[in-house]
């Protein structure tokens, strides 16, 4: 068993940084109660670095290297990336679900609505950061398939609120009301594995929502779904968190159908954010890699192509190319 | 009614299929005797009888006349659970396995109890406090899963627990010389001591039953201890835990929700355990001077009782069918994709 490993950042060579005040995320200092205010950041990662650990305890290299994101309330950020770009570990890192026995998380400074928050909350069984509710990518997996929908969402909407029990009831058919799905009494008392993928979506959006997040993280929300259902569930998602006031941070390697609905886009090749861009000035990205996934979209424009480019195609190796 | 039926139909199913399995049982035992190598009959008597002497053994197995009538005879005294008398002793086989079943069983189901208690203790300790010196402990311990027979834990425990320290009563059966012997009601040791509302002979009979148990424990948890932390690890993992943990649910719905998803291996492994400390508790039974199935098996078997052997045979398989009946059950309580006609839907 390896002692507690995700640890503060030794300042690096760059002068910015070195002035970085060290910081121990495995027991962080609380910001002074009361700090925390409506216009603090909803989400603030500086220099967050992730590496995993390899069979025997040794360290592999970084996949998430020196990240900084910040998120303001309200607001809507997308991370995109191909596969293996370290988007997925940049998620669970917020969230707070890499435990030290699988990973090393190092990090100058992690705070969710103005109160810094260690890397690691909990070992092995973690605990829940609060205000963030991360949803992943496939709602078969995701949502506990012993038991009903009912038990699963009366759990959160308990936890919540303080409310007897008919009137908890009630609440959880709002939320399932909520997401569109309006026979509430039947899928409440149905098992994740009887409903269909898109009512299975749904139903994963109403838990989430639920819990009242303040920032709400999907992990490729629209991956497990044909396209006509994404665009349905990506618009009920980003709707709903905009109604609940909340910020969304959203993992995704569908930049085109994400930028219709978010404020910025991360976008992160080899572990690292190489570029941020307005969602709605895509055309200005800058880095090579940024511009080689736009490319890769199908337009109306590629229809004559033999066929459809890929990123092999371009010559988008070095991150430091821009 | 019909919905009732829809919502309960997965148990009543199952429930229904015992006497199937049991009538399946009770054909393999019928057909292995009459398979057997060899006259069954001289090999029980020996070749020095009469005709007449022949005969009325014969008879007296269930051997004569044709095989339907044979078998007519046999399962109409199933039906009646008449298992015959016993070629030596003359008495009932169903009378003495009546009283001496149910000792071997209690002690089994006690041992069993206990390990799952233990390992269900055990598991959270290691689940929430994995590096803790108690998690430790246990982990290694698990690790050294069936290094140690029952029976040498038992015998090391009166050494230390009775001869040494004399912290335990004398190994010479369930009560002291001078406790009051419970009438017998269920047949059920404990539980008839439990009935007479005795503190006296309850407490004799835990304490007696302390080192028999132990050394059930200690033999037979590690691997449930074992099987349990691996399941536990696999659902920890699973988005289905995170998602539950991140939409902010109670830390005991957490626990409940991983522990219900990976309980059903470990209900399975101790349906089979259970049969193993049946046969453990038949040694044990020797050990500490325990009335129960052991002598009578050992009897059985050293003298060739053919009767008491078949009507054996439908017993430990009627035993394992109901044990098993219930393993089924509580696994597809636990988990609902286990039901017949739920598709296995993940």
């Known amino acids: ?322 | 009614m019909r919905p009732w039926l829809h919502h309960n139909g997965w148990w009543l199913r199952r429930l229904l299929l015992l006497p199937v399995h049991l009538l399946v049982f009770a054909l393999v035992a019928f057909a292995l005797v009459r398979t057997i190598p060899g006259d069954p009959v001289l090999v029980v008597t020996g070749n020095q009888i009469s005709d007449d002497q022949y005969a009325d053994v014969q008879r007296r197995l269930g051997l004569d006349g044709s095989l339907a009538h044979q078998a007519g005879e046999y399962f109409g005294r199933l039906l009646r659970l008449d298992l015959g008398d016993s070629l030596i002793t003359g008495r009932s086989v169903t009378e003495e396995f009546g009283s001496r079943l149910p000792q071997t069983l209690e002690l089994a189901a006690l041992g069993l109890s206990v390990s799952l208690v233990v390992v269900l203790a055990l598991s959270a300790v290691v689940l929430l406090r994995p590096r803790g010196v108690i998690s430790r402990l246990a982990m290694a311990y698990a690790r050294s899963a069936g290094a140690i027979p029952e029976f040498a834990v038992a015998v090391a425990g009166i050494f230390v627990f009775y001869a040494s320290l004399h912290w335990l009563p004398s190994p010479l059966g369930r009560l002291g010389p001078d406790d009051p012997v419970p009438t017998p009601v269920t047949r059920f040791p404990l539980l008839d001591a439990v009935l007479t509302g005795n503190p006296q002979v309850v407490g004799s009979m835990l304490l007696h039953l302390v080192l028999p148990v132990f050394a059930m424990v200690v033999a037979n948890s590690a691997v449930l201890l074992r099987l349990l932390c691996s399941q536990l690890e696999v659902e920890l993992a699973r988005p289905a835990t995170r998602f539950r943990i991140s939409t902010g649910a109670p830390r005991w719905v957490v626990l409940a929700s991983i522990y219900r998803r990976a309980l059903p291996a470990t209900v399975t492994m101790s349906g089979t355990l259970f049969g193993y400390m049946v046969g453990g508790a038949v040694v044990l039974e020797g050990l500490f001077g325990f009335g129960g199935m052991g002598q009578y098996l050992t009897d059985a078997v050293t003298s060739a009782d053919l009767t008491a052997l078949q009507g054996l045979l439908v017993v430990i398989a009627a035993v394992s069918l109901v044990v098993f009946l219930l393993v089924d059950l509580i696994n597809m309580a636990l988990d609902p994709r286990r039901r017949p006609g739920s598709g296995g839907a993940a």
């Open chain 1, 1 to 322: 068993m390896s002692t507690e490993t995700t640890t503060s950042r030794v300042a690096s060579s760059h002068p910015a940084r070195r002035s970085a005040r060290r910081r121990s995320a495995a027991a962080p200092k609380a910001a002074a109660p009361g700090s925390a205010t409506s216009a603090d950041p909803v989400l603030v990662a500086d220099r967050l670095s992730v590496r995993y650990r390899l069979p025997g305890g040794h360290l592999g290299p970084a996949v998430v290297s020196d990240v900084s994101l910040t998120i303001t309330a309200g607001e809507r950020v997308a991370v995109v990336g191909e596969s293996g770009s370290g988007k997925s570990t940049l998620a669970l890192a917020v969230a707070g679900f890499l435990g030290t026995q699988q990973s090393e998380v190092t990090l100058d400074r992690l705070a969710v609505m103005g109160r810094d928050v260690p890397a690691v909350v909990g070992d092995r069984l973690p605990r829940a950061r609060d205000g963030v509710t991360m949803m992943f990518q496939d709602a078969m997996t995701s949502l506990d398939p012993v038991w009903t929908v009912g038990s699963q969402l009366r759990a959160v909407v308990g936890a919540r609120e303080e409310v007897d029990r008919r009137d908890r009831q009630e609440r959880c058919r709002h939320w399932l009301r909520r997401v569109g799905l309006a026979d509430t009494e039947r899928v409440m008392a149905a098992r994740p594995g009887e409903l269909s993928g898109g009512m299975r979506q749904r139903v994963m959006m109403a838990i989430a929502l639920a819990s009242g997040p303040r920032l709400l993280i999907a992990d490729e929300p629209t991956s497990a779904l044909d396209a006509g259902l994404a665009r349905e569930v990506m618009e009920l998602l980003l709707e709903l968190t905009e109604q609940s006031r909340a910020s969304a941070l959203v993992v995704t390697h569908d930049i085109t159908l994400v930028s219709e609905y978010v404020d910025r886009i991360a976008v992160m090749y080899r572990g690292e954010i190489v570029e941020v861009l307005s969602a709605r000035r895509l055309a200005a990205a800058q880095h090579p890699y940024t511009r080689a996934l736009l490319a890769c979209v199908p337009t109306l424009a590629s229809a004559g192509l033999d066929r459809l480019p890929t990123l092999a195609d371009f010559d988008v190796i070095s991150p430091d190319a821009a």
